[in-house]
């Protein structure tokens, strides 16, 4: 069993940054492929980005790559989402989720595939 709590969002001039971290409890966190998702106000929930156990390998959705980068640290049980040149359009709540099957770029964008969400976090830009 994973929990995962997100914080570090907020409200945020356009260009400006946020870090979001995500705080997992659990032994197996280290194991699990971690993803971002986000929903904005009456649209479906989307991916941003995700990440292999062993951060060799991730993926991002166009719409934020070269943005935002996505990393984690496995002695702290933490996962992070460094998000630059924030755009109004990236007004959201900010979701991160574990993944206890193995890294596959061709469906890790699926929220399906995710065993554990954590609450959300949301993020304001502003313009």
């Known amino acids: 069993q994973v929990q995962l709590v997100e914080s570090g969002g907020g409200l945020v001039q356009a260009g400006g940054s946020l870090r979001l971290s995500c705080a997992a409890s659990?032994?197996?966190?280290?194991?699990?492929?971690m993803g971002w998702f986000r929903q904005a106000p009456g649209k479906e929930r989307e991916f941003v980005a995700a990440?292999?156990?062993?951060?060799?390998?991730?993926r991002y959705a166009d719409s934020v790559k070269g943005r935002f980068v996505i990393s984690r640290d496995n002695a702290k049980n933490t996962g992070y989402l460094q998000m630059n040149s924030l755009k109004p359009e990236d007004t959201a709540v900010y979701y991160c989720?574990?993944?206890?099957?193995?890294?596959?770029?061709?469906?890790?964008?699926?929220?399906?595939?995710?065993?554990?969400w954590g609450q959300g976090t949301q993020v304001t830009v502003s313009s």
């Open positions: 989720a574990a993944d206890r099957r193995q890294f596959s770029s061709t469906v890790v964008a699926d929220s399906a595939r995710f065993d554990y």
């Open positions: 990440i292999s156990w062993s951060s060799v390998t991730t």
């Open positions: 659990g032994r197996t966190f280290s194991s699990y492929v």
